[in-house]
């Protein structure tokens, strides 16, 4: 309590107070003290908003009082209600401010529903009726109408703000008295809440942003009268990738980087942190080969060593990190490890070599042997291979030796063998000359060693001869007579052998002789001509020249050549006196000299065979398709077939048998019969035509001279079958009764031996049985008459030569009795077509 300056006492009771006492008090004679000593009490209350509130004047209830209202920012005040002792009352203006009553037996004022308007200056002007006067009390009470606080929300600049930017959070509300207070809370992924921000400033600055930042953003809004808690906002904070990290399975590091074994599974897997996750892309060799977080090899090879480099790329920001890695596949050699043995320390020791060729890393290798001083005789190393020296003195032959490989690829060992030989045999030499046998080559080998064999050649007086080789060696030598004669010798040597081998040649000039120097032989036949090499080092071939000087060449058709080592032989085919009669070479040249001698070869023809005439040349029927031929040689002599040749021409109005008038056409060979034919039938005739017959001898390959030219006969007239007939019938019953005679004869030889005698005594002499061909025949008829035919008609073409002797055709009667196949025999080829004409003769006595 204080008192407050004069001037407003004054005002207070000039102006409010006193006309109001007065008019209450009209003749109570009321005295007021000075006002000087007016009590002022100052107080503040505080109410919220739609809520109550009760406004004090003093402890006691005064004798008399008034309620009056300054709005802020307004000095004039204005009553809300007074008490006079008559009971409070309330002005207009108490409306406005609220539900405002006044307490009972209280001079409080109770403000309902306080509305924010209500807030201001109330002055309680009150005076009390004391012993000592009445006193007046200004009760200033401020009231401050609280507004809660109402739910916040947040507003920031950006809800997925990128790594390193700047960022604002507010805290915003619509109602709120002041102060206010402002806190912060971020929950992280795993839900735990903890307070990042506090203070009266519901705005929150974040310079940098960083992943940290991530979470679930809520902002708590207090006054003195509550608090708030605003929804939650997720900050999603980009950033990255980060450099990626690759893990790798089966995880194994080398220096080089990582490693796998081959065929292994094996899965690379990069991880980046990011925000959105990151794209990831890997790379082979700088080359694409995948998208995605986890690349696997399935069954990795060697071919896949190399740079696995893995990029994440964050599509949101369009940034992106690399990471590179190298890894290496072990893998072991292919196949197994290759064993060898090779001379040492000048071909008296074995150098046993061991090589096991790719892999990684290098496979290791170790030898193990039979003899046991081998591993601590000396060792040589190096990456792949591995050399163990071993005395060849103390290596028997056929012993074996093993190396053995290991990698770290492999779960089994390798290993492979070597087995030390001696060559089998001895050496083996030879020489022989280049083709021109312009130089001269001894060779020397001796195979089949492991190690091979060194080889070198020495002359006859121990000189060495070129350089040594291994195996085989081969010694040139310009080609010279000098040579002939002279001796060269090959040495070799082996570890496993001692001493050393050797093996000599001797050279020698060739030497040529023959079985036959001079061969015979008839035209047609195949003749041989022997060639022998008596004396001959190195080696050559033999060569044949022909008659003409010309080098003979393996020809089928002509020339057959059949060499062995030292012999040749050359067979002249179908020797032809013209032209392969001669002198032929037999020669031989080697690089020390040649040599060549001559063969005489004489090719004879065979004898001219004898001549041909033809004996018979007829038509077999009218229809003039076919014809017989027949003839005879003139004389004996070697023949070995005939040929038959016919010419064609064409008769004049179609007609034949007679002289052709066309011109001669070619001779067409037409058969071709072996030595013993003597008659041929030619069929397939035109009879519009008129052909001519000739017939050749043949000795090989000497011809004899053709027979005359003869044109077919026709053949004879129709009837000759019924004579035949006839002649047949009358013979059978000829022969029929003379059969019964000499039965009859016989069976009575005694009573008619006369008889009997006369007719068997005789029977060669008186007995005859003429029977005559038709050709025969007409020949007989005529005799001497060339060309005549059936009825003395001479016949076309027919020569003289062609009558055959009548005592050919006809025999005697026992003759006849005793082969009855002769007389079918002498009939003429076509059966009944052709007429016989027999006479038969009997004569018998009685």
Known sequence: MGHGPLGEAYFCLSVCLLPLLLQAYPSTGLEILDPGEVVYVRTETKGVVGRSVMLECGNTLPDVYIWGFTAPGNDQIRAVAYNFGQGPRLQKL???????????????????????????????????????????????????????????????????????????????????????????????????????????????????????????????????????????????????????????????????????????????????????????VWFYNNSQVYTGPQYTITKILR??????????????????????????????PDGHPTCAILPGNNYTDLALWCSWAGGYPQPSLAWTGTDPLANTYGWERSPGNATLMQPGARTANRATFTCLGTHVAMNTTASCNATALLPPGEPQCSAYATRNNMYLMLSCSWEGGTPRALLWWA???????????????????RSSATYSGKAFACNAKHPLASPNKQCTLKLEAPVLVTQRSMVSVYEGSDVQLTCVLKANYPATEITWYNNLRDQVWDTPRKYLLHSEAAWSNLTVREADGLRDSGQYWCSATNALGGAEIPIMLYVRKYPVPPNVTISKIVYNSRQRTEVDLEWQTQTEGDLTGFYVERQRSQAPGGKSGGAATAPPALWQTVADLQPDARSHTFP???????????????????????????????????????????????????????????VYIVRNRNNNRRLHDLIFGMQHSQSRENINFPEDEAAGGIEGDEGAGEGGLPVAGQSPRATRPSSHASAGLAASSASPASISEGLPPGGGDEPVNVTITVTATS
């Open 684 to 742: 397939g005739l035109d009879p519009a035509a008129t052909y001519a017959f000739r017939v050749t001898a043949v000795n090989r390959r000497t011809v004899g001279h053709p027979s005359e030219v003869r044109t077919p006969a026709d053949p004879p007239f129709s009837a000759y079958p019924a004579v035949i007939g006839a002649a047949i019938g009358g013979m059978l019953v000829a022969m029929i009764g003379t059969m019964l005679l000499f």
């Open 303 to 332: 071919m896949h060593t190399g740079q696995y480099s893995c990029l994440a790329q964050n599509t949101y920001l369009n940034t992106r990190s690399k990471t590179t890695i190298t890894l290496t596949v072990y893998y072991p």
């Open 459 to 477: 002359s006859s007086n121990g000189a060495p001869e070129g350089s040594s080789e291994e195996n085989a060696n081969i010694l040139v030598l």
């Open 94 to 280: 108490a409306t406005s401010l609220g539900e405002l009553s006044v307490i009972s037996d209280s001079s409080s004022l109770l403000i309902d529903r306080l509305p924010l308007f209500a807030q201001g200056l109330y002055t309680c002007q009150a005076l009390y009726d004391t012993t000592e006067g009445a006193k007046v009390y200004y009760y200033y009470v401020r009231l401050l109408v609280l507004v809660p606080v109402s739910k916040p929300y947040i507003l920031v600049s950006d809800t997925s703000p990128a790594e390193g930017t700047h960022l604002w959070m507010r805290c915003n509300l619509d109602n709120g008295t002041g102060p206010i207070n402002y806190s912060w809370e971020r929950e992280n992924r795993d839900g735990v809440t903890a307070k990042v921000s506090e203070g009266d400033v519901g705005l929150m600055n974040v310079t940098v942003v960083s992943r940290n930042h991530t979470g679930w953003y809520r902002c708590l809004a207090n006054n003195e009268v509550n608090q708030q808690r605003s929804d939650r906002i997720w900050l999603d904070i980009i950033f990255g990738p980060d450099a990626p990290l690759i893990d790798i399975t089966p995880y194994s590091v080398t220096e080089r980087g990582y490693s796998a074994l081959e065929r292994e599974t094996v899965t690379l897997q990069c991880r980046a942190s990011s925000n959105p996750p990151s794209l990831y």
